[in-house]
């Protein structure tokens, strides 16, 4: 399966889905979600390895097809909208969007950009408990989450 799914990451890739994956710096944050073992929790739990496999890799392909995917995979793939299934079609557009909010003396605070690439890094602000160079499971809730920011 893997295989089989790896070459349709491979065939899915565009310039434009790379290009953005790179210029957001995904290249560790992607290998280590695609190489760390989903076998069990910090504290010993068994984890359904082959489903959360086969998440990373569908984020992994989305996120590679074009300039987007990522953030209209998390909104539009079968978990993700059942998640947000009780929001109105205005109320799913507010929720898609980046909340930026601009306070005094020239702070800005806000939740991402458009196509949500920078959720790769959101783990690190937790400490290296919490990356995705330690354990990646940590990360893949907030990105496979459609209603998670």
């Known amino acids: ?16 889905g790379v ?11 992607l290998r280590a979600l695609n190489e760390c073992e989903f076998t069990q929790t910090m504290c010993g739990a068994p984890l359904p390895e082959a489903e959360l496999r086969n ?3 569908e984020l992994t392909a989305a996120t590679l097809a074009r300039e987007g995917g ?5 909104y539009s793939n079968a978990r993700g909208a059942e998640q947000l299934r009780g929001l109105t079609e205005e109320q ?6 980046p909340t930026v909010l601009e306070h005094s003396r020239g702070l800005v ?3 991402d950009g458009p196509g949500e690439l920078g959720f790769f890094w959101a783990t690190k602000i937790g400490g ?13 809730p907030l990105l496979a989450n459609a209603r998670h920011k």
């Open 92 to 97: 799913l557009n507010l929720w898609k969007e």
């Open 128 to 140: 290296p408990s919490h990356g995705f160079d330690y354990e990646s499971q940590c990360i893949l």
């Open 55 to 57: 998440v990373v890799l």
């Open 109 to 111: 605070t806000h939740e």
């Open 70 to 74: 990522f953030s209209e995979w998390r």
């Open 19 to 29: 290009a953005a994956a790179l210029e957001a710096e995904l290249l560790l944050p």
């Open 1 to 16: 399966i893997c295989t089989r799914t790896h070459i349709n990451i491979r065939r899915s890739a565009s310039f434009p």
